[in-house]
């Protein structure tokens, strides 16, 4: 019987002290009769679950006469078995060893001359002696096992040997000796414990468990064992590995956002379906757009237009930029992502589990020789594809033949028209997007110390990234360094420190409005005027946008960064009361400090330029307290426990100011602007206190139960609602140790297990949600010459937690020895009263309240397999696959008017839901083609009557009506499919993800296809995609554009407003299918061998390689990437490509060296 | 065991520490929780004036123009709105109906309220009650003369509008009322009227804040308004002489410097001593520049119909006013930015107020005829005033309540009365407004929120 051990939060399974019981504990009844020493240990090993490691031709010498045992102990049997023998027992890492007293060297063969001598010591990652380990000389017939104290010697002739040693339960291990005639070689050796899948811990919440007894569901992600993929932010690696885990990088700006979803849409908050992010047990400041939002350009208030298409321009490109929170967590720190899913792994984060949580483990050090890696590496990116876009010529042409039919209508319709007559000059092509774009160069060099004493481990590294984007002048620029240490006080203390020091600089912030910039920006203008400056406005150009932009001005001058630091980890000690009882402390921070600088230089419009500054401090203490019992009771019952308690508290602070007007462009600090004001001065606070309990019960490793729950109250609800209790429950049978599947070979385990539980949401109501608020109004509104105060939310004292319930069935299967491993999941969760913004009547006052109104759906189906497919002396090759799918409905909604209030929540930015389809559905107006007998855009109704007129324009009253659901941005399945292939020193990796049956709005196609746009002082008059020259112009010409001025664009063409309804975002002209598979990363590399390693001394282990990232796409989406969220880390708003920029193609070379 | 124990009480020690509740009692920094904002009398005197913002919101934009859009005034390119076919489901007309609302709410808050958090003096307390109270009423008859089924036609028992006088405590349903009938809702603007003519001042130290803020004045003006809305003359006339007892208001000496042109140079109307309430040019709302007072009549936005310029008298100063010669605009209004103290009571109204309540109740009167030739005179600075009257001229009271109700249209036309002026006579506003229409749609969403406890009005 082994024994799950919950200790100390971290991935240290304790051995010595614990299996002690086991010798004790195990009770044998068993008859043996007339059968080898060695039968007699297979009987025990297969019937109790023992493991035991042996010399099987030693044990085979011994017979055993006749011996029953009737409910005994299992030392007592182990010494009666081995009573007139030489062999003697003993217990280690739950292994019983079966060796011989004193182990003198011996030559399998003949005796040959020996002049010298090896005499070392085994020990163990902890420097405890391992018994019994089988010392080889490779090579030869050489051969002696180690005794109790981990000793052994070897007499050999002179000569230069390789040492072999093999241990059930630890790495094998080679070591060079060199034997000098007369001479005693010393060495000391040290084995790391290798766990086999099954016995392998899992990082659950607030402890760790076996991978055989885990109940719950829970993907692994080790970059150790994934080879490939170097990214600035692990989750970037993440994306496709882990079933049922959906990332999508935002956008190809280094540090950006991914949008993180597991298990799909669980709540209508625009926050909260983010994930919990645990380093080390600290939750961090994760995904959250509150705080990782830099706002770089409060100061000029771009938003206004009166009159003017703002339809056109629908999609704004916002002026601020979503760090990622794992930007500033060294990827190559992290030992193992574990992601937690079902309700019974996630309850026990109670209030913060209902979107899923993903529990960061960094590494630790462990027993023996210092061990330096060095990784370096160098990689160049581009983008894969750029955009198409007119050159200055056609532009020229394109805008003068939209003026002029404007003309000619206006003309037509009115008498008092006067005629613009524009005419766009020719001549000069400048190529906007060549001027920004460039092929990026990153670097990466990290260098980890680790190893360990006796009594302490210890892990430091550092690290240094650049990495460049591919936009010109912009880039990202990280430093970190990593202490992970921990000693053994006494015999029963244990305290250590995990820390990191991060600081991130992220001068990329504005790539991303480069880039938009760069496709829009005109390109019959060249990129400096006569005199040698920036051209920023439009040239020579008869009229042009009212924004002044020049891409490579942009890019070049002023500064727009974020510098993060960032201090993460805890200290923590362990406790181990008696040997079944521990307790563990920590105290963790999570220190956010971080400066945005945004300055634009002197340019028309904005003499002498603006800046803005912001100051940001987030501060977080979390205290975790708790207690561990592992105990086995009587016969095969064994009981794991955990109670804890835990105080969370974060304080956070913002300041920013504004200037505008700097003498020169030289002048950084606000306090030189002439114009300043205070953005904002906020200190905000939330606090957290919890208790925490779980119970697993296993009996026989065959049944497994277990139960958890957690007590959560939050200064962010109000005394009323302020605890709410999360209990989850599970249940497991393993049907292979079952005596119908036990002797069947093959099956390592297969197990059955299914939970349900609740957890909550907390992220949806902010800080101090239910009470009534009032503010000063941050922009000095008065009343008169008094100031004012109003009401920034209206008290809300019934507002209960969100609460989402968790099916979860799944089954775990292992198969030969581990070579193949499978896990499948079902489930349904339910979230019942989502938080939402919902109407309220407005004789109360206020329009919208945020209330429990809405339930959601989601069921999914979730499979992964990683299969050892050949695994050959000289060849290796394993294939994963995981494949997830997510069916998400809303069931229930807004109290009344669903329509209308669904086109509000368009309106403000969200998307427009409906009951009985997915949150992330597109509902969308019927866009039905170009009618090639006239040009006319075509529109079909939900009676699918075709018509030429606009639906909003056709039914005024009630246009939502006729919305149609046309798909989710969602996708039906996505996963991944890898490969790696090891042949002697090769070492070949490629990985796909995929998605199927996603939509994607291909905004960037409604932006390039925008020339009517206009707002009280210009034309937008942006430069286009080519495809629109293939406008229509003559009857019966197929053409998927219409007719230049047509009656979807008409209405007031070119006077006063326009409104282009085939370009807004609500109908289904540019929605596509963005189904996709994508080679990730492909690699190849090449491990030296000890042999080649030997002549330099220097090396124990050295690899170099060459990776290709996002090398292909193979999709029919007509943008540049299927992959990419125009809205950041925001879920509910997938599915909108917004000319956002694509993650770039990357070829990177690199070595890896262990010293 | 005993070599445990310290680590035991140690650890015993860390759950203690971190258990206390307190520690979730945060409050924001930024902001302020009701019981912190009415503690104070600075925090106190900010709200309210975010109040008065509330109430200029809901009463001087669209609510203000639609008295002169739809009463024969000056033309509107909605014809929703001349005609009365507005659907009840129609979001744009929405904002009428919710606005004043949420004044109203703010003005419960400190009704409500302030005597429970207040820690200042209690004196103090009352004036910023009354007001309160003030925008309150104005924010009642705003919405009651627009959709109050018969409102203005003394039908008393008809249904009015809900009437919410407790501050908002979350919504559950439970706070669905009906519509009180528009006996009801006029019984409550009084009441809040007189409770606040008792603690108003009647005046203020400055005038922008004697402009711009309740007194005394404006309370009983306003009192006399929803009196001869109610019908009640007599009422109407003691409040109308009320507010124009003592010598706090005046007649300006000529339209030139009531309303002075300044559509070249920015600048603001004066908040003269004609003035009993306005909304003063603020910095509106948030933070936009082109923040407005809501005020649209510049521009040429909406014509000044033909009919209604030729019934002015050849030499009627007042036609000035609406019709500049040299520009299409109106001087009413010509700020550029459409932000310029907004005028809601003025001298004007209250003595023609005072004029048409004695005509009904005393018949023709000197009193009635004196106001009105003031009221007359005053629109002839430059030229003899065509007709001074007596009471002559008038045959029965009916003659001369017919030409007080013609110099109202002359003397407050753009200011928002002409649509209520005529339905108080039953009179159709404009030709094509049918009378099933005299009342606005109730917008459909408090039918469907309240699940048919609203009532639509008749004919919709």
Known sequence: MVTVLILGGITLLYANNGYSQLLQQVRVTEKFENESLASCVRKLESGYHLSFGYDNQELVRYQVKKLSFVNERLDKVMQTLLHNTPLHFVEKNGVLLIVKGVMPAQPLQEQQPAPGKIKGVVTDNDGQPVPGVTVKVAGTKYYAVSNPEGAFEITLPAGNYTLQLSFIGYKPVQQMVKIVPGTVAQQKLAMVIEASRLSEAVVIGYGVQERRSLLGSVSTYQASKVPGQTPVTIDEAMVGKLAGVFIAPSSGVPGAASNITIRGISTLNANGNSPLIVVDGVPIYGIDPNLNKVDYNQGTAGGFSYGGNQVVNEYRQPTTFEKNPLATINPDDIESIEVLKDAYSTAIYGSRGSAGVILITTKKGSRGKMRVDVQLSTAFSKPRE??????????????????RQKDSIGKASSGWYIPLNYKFPKGVNTNWLD???????????????????????????????????????????????????????????????????????????????????????????????????????????????????????????????????????????????????????????????????????????????????????????????????????????????????????????????????????????????????????????????????????????????????????????????RYVGFPSFAVGWVPSEESFLKGVKGIEQLKIRGSVGFTGNDGGNG??????????????????????????????????????????????????QGRVTATLDYYRRQTANAILQSALPYFMGFDLQQQNRADLNNKGIEFSITSENISRRD?????????????????????????????????????????????????????????????????????????????????????????????????????GFGNTLNWKNFELNCFFSFSAGNKMYNGAKAAMYSYLGSSSAGSNVYNLSSDLLNYWTTPGQQTAIPALINKSNYAQAGFGTSYDYTLDRKNSRFLEDASFAKLRSLLIGYNFNSRQLKNTHVFSALKIYAEANNVFILTKYSGLDPEVSAYGSSALNMGYDELTMPSPRTWRIGLKASF | MKKYRSHISLFTLLLALCACNRQLDLKPEGTMVESELLKYEQTTQNYLADTYLRMMDGCAGNNYQIGDLTGGIAGTNDPNLAKGTIDPRDENYTDLW?????????????IHQLPVYAQFDKSKQAPIIAEALFIRAYCYMAL????????????????????????????????????????????????????????????????????????????????????????????????????????????????WTLWPDHYETLGSYPLSKEILFAFPESFNKTSKY??????????????????????????????????????????????????????????????????????????????????????????????????VYTAADFATPAALIDRILQERRWELAFEGFARFDAIRYGKAPNPELPATRYAFPIPQHEIDITQGLIKQNPGY
């Not at chain 1, 750029?386 to 033949?401: H, I, R, S």
């Open chain 1, 386 to 403: 750029l955009p198409k876009v007119m050159n200055g010529d056609q532009y020229a042409d394109f805008y003068t033949e939209v003026f």
């Open chain 1, 435 to 721: 001027e920004v774009v460039r092929t990026a160069n990153s670097n990466n060099a990290v260098v980890s110390m680790s190893g360990g004493t006796e009594k302490s481990n210890y892990y430091v590294s550092l690290g240094y990234n650049k990495e460049q984007s591919y936009i010109i002048n912009n880039d990202f620029t990280r430093y970190q360094g990593r202490v992970n240490f921990d000693n053994q006080m006494s015999k029963s203390l244990k305290v250590g420190v995990s820390m990191s020091l991060n600081q991130a600089t992220n001068n990329a912030l504005s790539a991303q409005q480069v880039y938009r910039g760069a496709i829009q920006k005109a390109p019959n203008i060249p990129v400096y005027d006569s005199t040698g400056k920036y051209n920023w406005l439009f040239g020579k150009n008869p009229t042009g946008p009212e924004d002044v932009s020049n891409p490579v001005a942009q890019a070049l001058s002023g500064k727009n960064y974020s510098t993060d630091n960032r201090v993460l980890g805890n200290v923590f000690a362990d406790l181990k009361l008696l040997p079944w009882l521990s307790a563990h402390t920590d105290v963790g921070v999570d220190w956010i400090n971080s400066r945005s600088y945004n300055r634009i230089i002197d340019r028309p419009k904005l003499i002498g330029g603006s800046a803005t500054e912001t100051q940001q401090q987030l501060r977080k203490w979390v205290i975790n307290n708790r207690i561990d019992i592992n105990k086995v009771v009587g016969d095969g019952h064994a009981i794991s426990a955990m109670l804890g308690q835990s105080f969370e508290t974060s304080t956070e602070n913002a300041n920013g100011v504004y200037g505008a007007k700097f003498l020169t462009d030289e002048m950084l600090s606000i306090v030189t602007a002439q114009d300043k004001r205070v953005l904002n001065s906020l200190q905000q606070q939330w606090a957290q206190v919890s208790y925490l309990s779980r119970l697993n019960y296993e009996y026989k490793h065959r049944y497994l139960a277990g139960v958890t729950y957690r007590l959560d109250g939050s200064s962010r609800f109000s005394a009323n609602h």
């Open chain 2, 98 to 110: 919710s606005k004043p609302y949420v004044a109203i709410n703010q003005a419960n808050v400190i």
């Open chain 1, 767 to 816: 800080y101090y949600g239910n009470q009534g608020q009032y503010v000063v109004d941050v922009y000095g509104a008065t009343y008169g010459n008094l100031g004012t105060i109003s009401n920034k939310q209206p008290a809300n004292p019934n507002l209960e937690w969100e609460r989402t319930t968790t099916w979860n069935v799944g089954a775990d299967i292992s198969l030969w």
């Open chain 2, 290 to 387: 082109n923040d407005n007072n809501g005020i649209y009549y510049a521009y040429g936005y909406y014509p000044t119909l033909p009919d209604f310029l030729a019934s002015y008298g050849d030499h009627d100063e007042r036609k000035d006013s609406i019709d500049l010669s040299y520009e299409p605009l109106m001087r009413k209004f010509t700020d550029q930015n459409m932000r310029d103290n907004v005028v809601m009571i003025r001298l004007p109204e209250v003595m023609l107020t005072a004029a048409e309540a004695l005509a009904q109740t005393k018949g023709v009167n000197s009193t009635s005829i004196d106001l009105l030739n003031q009221v007359y005179a005053r629109a002839y600075t430059v030229n003899p005033v065509p007709h």
């Open chain 2, 144 to 255: 009651l003369r627009l959709y109050g089924d018969g409102a203005l036609q003394g039908k008393k028992d008809n249904m009015g509008v809900p009437l919410r006088i407790a501050p908002f405590d979350g919504y559950d349903g439970s706070q669905n009322v009906p519509r009180a009938t528009n006996g009801e809702v006029y019984t409550q603007i009084l009441k809040d009227l007189d409770a606040a003519i008792a603690d108003l001042p009647a005046v203020r130290p400055d005038a922008l804040s004697q402009g711009s803020r309740a007194t005394k004045g404006a309370a009983n003006a306003l009192a006399a308004r929803v009196c001869l809305y109610s019908q009640q003359y007599e009422k109407a006339a003691t409040y109308a002489q009320a507010a124009m007892a003592g010598n706090n208001y005046s007649l300006q000496p000529n339209f």
């Open chain 1, 875 to 975: 060849f290796h090759w394993t294939t994963t696959f995981n494949i997830s799918g997510n069916r998400n409905i809303v069931t229930r909604l807004h109290q009344i008017d669903e329509e209308q209030l669904a086109a509000q929540n368009e309106t403000s930015g969200g998307r427009f839901w409906r009951v009985g389809h997915s949150a992330t559905a597109f509902y969308l107006y019927d866009w039905a083609g170009v009618n090639p007998a006239d040009g006319q855009p075509q529109w079909s109704d939900n009676s699918g009557k075709v018509s030429e007129v606009p639906i909003q324009k056709q039914y005024p009253n009630a246009p939502y009506e006729h919305r149609k659901y046309m798909g989710d941005a969602m996708p039906v399945v996505f996963g």
